[in-house]
């Protein structure tokens, strides 16, 4: 938990952001969750009434500041969207729950943002086409399954292949990954598939999941990233779509490292590639 607070002090520290770039979201109405999530779910972990078998699956103990911090990171989520469309570019602080379904959690992920900012904009009529561009390390199964049957919603996800979840779901598009690929191969790979994937899906709004579990020293990793390699990963993402016109939303995804600057410093790199490309394009 204390990442996420480390992070964004970093980047008002190293000048990365200025305060006035800074929104602060706040828990979205429990209906905008239920969106994607059952009301019997929803209401059993907000409450702490979750059974301990769907805690354990979860793998993150209980406690009234988790709730606070999960609901505060899904209304993060629904608010850089939103930003996103009226800037062209924003980014959450937190956010990337992609192992999330409908009825229960997983894998650390308790409600699955990105669907509920996707189904919640789709609602509101302010998109009818989104792309969700998952480069977290694994594969964003939860997400996959919620829009297997949604035509404006387009999955796709580029995750390492032996790593988890064990049962990977069928997303519009998956790419996996070789144990241990490093920068060169792993850079190659998404500028063969981004290119193709936003002509092929023209959407309103790209979700970008930009893990940084894919770096060589993440515990849950299997990849082979360098800092280098996620910080070009991310400046790619995010030109290539500012380019071409596509308002890009982004989350922070996984990240796991015992040694918490050195985290925070990774997931710093989205935001930082994220403000060479707004001052860039001065959005």
Known sequence: MPKFGLLKELLVNDGVVTTEQI????????????????????????????????????????????????????????????????????????????????????????????????????????VQRILIFDLDVHQGDGTAWIFRDEPRVFTFSMHCEVNFPRQKQLSD????????????????????????????VNPDLVLYDAGADVHGRDRLGKLALTNTGLYERDRYVLDTCVAAGYPVACVIGGGYDKNMPDLVYRHSLLHRAAAEVYRQYRL
């Open 23 to 126: 929104y602060q979201p706040g828990a979205p109405p429990q209906s905008w969750i239920e969106q994607v999530h059952t009301t019997d779910y929803v209401q059993a972990y907000c409450t702490g009434t979750l059974d301990a078998k769907a805690q354990r699956r979860i793998g993150l103990p209980w406690s009234p500041n988790l709730v606070k911090r999960t609901c505060t990171a899904v209304g993060g989520t629904i608010l850089t969207a939103k930003l996103a469309l009226s800037h062209g570019l924003a980014c959450n602080t937190a956010g990337g729950t992609h192992h999330a379904f409908p009825s229960y959690g997983a894998g650390f992920c308790i409600f699955n943002d990105l669907a509920i900012a996707a189904r919640l904009l789709l609602a509101q009529n302010r």
């Open 173 to 200: 598009l998956d790419v996996p990954l070789v144990e241990g690929m490093g920068d060169e191969d792993y850079l190659s790979k998404a500028q063969t598939y981004l290119p193709m994937v936003l002509s092929q």
